[in-house]
């Protein structure tokens, strides 16, 4: 018999999830909770196969994670969410989750996504599976164009300013550059990234790191 430990913190949610599972023979729910304290409390306290909780918890539920990971290697973990973002997905499962299953998944997929991390493997549902294969066929994409831009310290240093929205005098004042200097290297990086003007620049530097607020760092 699988011991369970269930977090979720929509009590209508955790109640119909337990009855669910314990109209199943080979479950026995031993513990509830509704907060990321009560789900590393309830595994500290043993008595635990498998660890079935939400991700948006109060506390910080991907944290809890890894440091239940780094207690007790032996404890499963599933999260069991209705956040259906590929990030959200490699996170946890980086962080030492051993399972993936949305909410909007069918009866079948808990069940099966129970078993299997009880056995020792991994499950993620198969919508969220094709997103997180999606989204890391594009981070490589990704990173093979950022690969082929070579810039060099300066030129870097240049579009950090330029992604801070910094115009090119206030770009040559912070670098201690001339106004002339900062024109020449916007002149080269236009042309490494094959742009016409400086926003340009911006939406392919932000595209490339998939993000639009984090700098790259390229180095030739």
């Given at each position: 018999m699988l011991k369970l430990v269930l977090i979720d913190d929509h009590p209508i949610v955790l109640a119909g999830l337990v009855d669910i599972l314990r109209n199943h023979a080979q479950y026995q729910v031993v513990n509830t909770g509704s907060t990321a304290e009560a789900a590393l409390r309830h595994v500290r306290e043993g008595e635990c196969d498998v660890l079935i909780a939400d991700l948006n918890l109060p506390g910080d539920m991907v944290e809890t994670i890894r440091q239940i990971r780094a207690e007790n290697p032996v404890v499963k973990i599933l999260v069991f969410t209705a956040s259906a973002s590929p990030d959200s997905c490699l996170q946890v499962m980086a962080a030492g989750a051993n399972g993936f299953v949305l909410k909007?998944?069918?009866?079948?997929?808990?069940?099966?996504?129970?078993?299997?991390v009880a056995a020792g493997k991994e499950f993620i549902s198969s919508s969220m599976a094709s997103k997180v294969i999606r989204e890391m066929r594009m981070a490589e994409q990704r990173k093979q164009e950022r690969a082929s831009v070579a810039l060099n310290s300066r030129e870097d240093q240049v579009v950090r300013e330029l992604l801070n929205g910094a115009s090119n005098k206030e770009?040559?004042?912070k670098l201690n550059l001339s106004d002339k200097t900062v024109k020449h290297y916007m002149t080269q990086i236009m042309q490494k990234f094959n742009a016409r003007n400086r926003l340009e620049v911006v939406l392919e530097v932000q595209r490339m790191n998939g993000s639009a607020t984090t700098p790259p760092r390229y180095y030739a």
């Open positions: 909007g998944s069918s009866g079948g997929d808990l069940f099966y996504a129970i078993e299997e770009i040559a004042n």
